[in-house]
């Protein structure tokens, strides 16, 4: 498979909001190939990276995508908006995800440090609610799974930032309600625990895997950790809010 010319044709679709037929190759992609895809896809994008998305954190999900284990994708500073900010529907634009999202205070990991749950809320700076907007930019859908999923942004979109969590440590991230509503109305209900159990969870995991390839968080970093709810479609002419209890409100305008 010419792994540059099937990243050329998912770069010029993210660019002009319009979906690639792309054809499916003879064998089929791996998941290993998705990743040197998508490895690809980002340097012919050529934008600052501002962190990750980790998706698929759940056995229904992974299910959905014919996967055996979440998935992650890069997210480029472009992509990313304020809370109440405005995003055209376009055909590559699919759904929304509230989210909990990590911005790492350092480096991570350290040289020669461990990797778990305690080291990796020392490393986090600041936890905020927020917003994943997923799309595909391919339209064959052969592609629709976890693999196509994975070669094409690991389907990121946009990244809403919402309001910070104050003394987020000291929160139950995992039970703490979540509304998703469309317009004022509440359309899907969950909670933090979809998300490996609890959402810190998810960034060990990414910080996990990211170190098996010889990387590691940077400073100033994001990790949007996957979503609370089922994904709502999005809608031109529609406000998307997602509502995390008492940690309050973060929305996306589609126009």
Known sequence: MDISK????????????VQTMMDLPDPAPTMDDAMAIQAEVYAQFNTPLIGW?????NEAAQQGFKIDGPFYGPM???????????????????????????KM??????????????TAADAVETVHIAIEVIGRT???????????VAMDFGGNVAFVVGPEIANW???????????SKVDGEVVASGNGEPVMGDPINSLVWMAQTLAANGKQFKAGEWVSTGTCTAPVPAAAGTTYTATFGDFGDVSVNFT
């Open 76 to 102: 480029a500073e472009s992509a990313v908006m304020a809370s109440g900010g405005d995003l055209a529907k376009s055909p590559c634009v699919a759904a929304c995800e509230p989210e909990y999202a990590f």
């Open 53 to 57: 998305k980790v998706g698929a954190t």
């Open 6 to 17: 099937m990243a050329a044709e998912i770069v010029a679709a993210r660019k002009s909001g």
């Open 105 to 118: 205070a350092r480096d991570y990991p350290a040289q020669g440090e461990a990797i778990n749950a305690e």
């Open 169 to 179: 440590q000291d929160q139950d991230l995992t039970n703490a309600p979540v509304d």
């Open 138 to 148: 391919i339209g064959n859908p052969d592609y629709a799974n976890g693999i196509g």
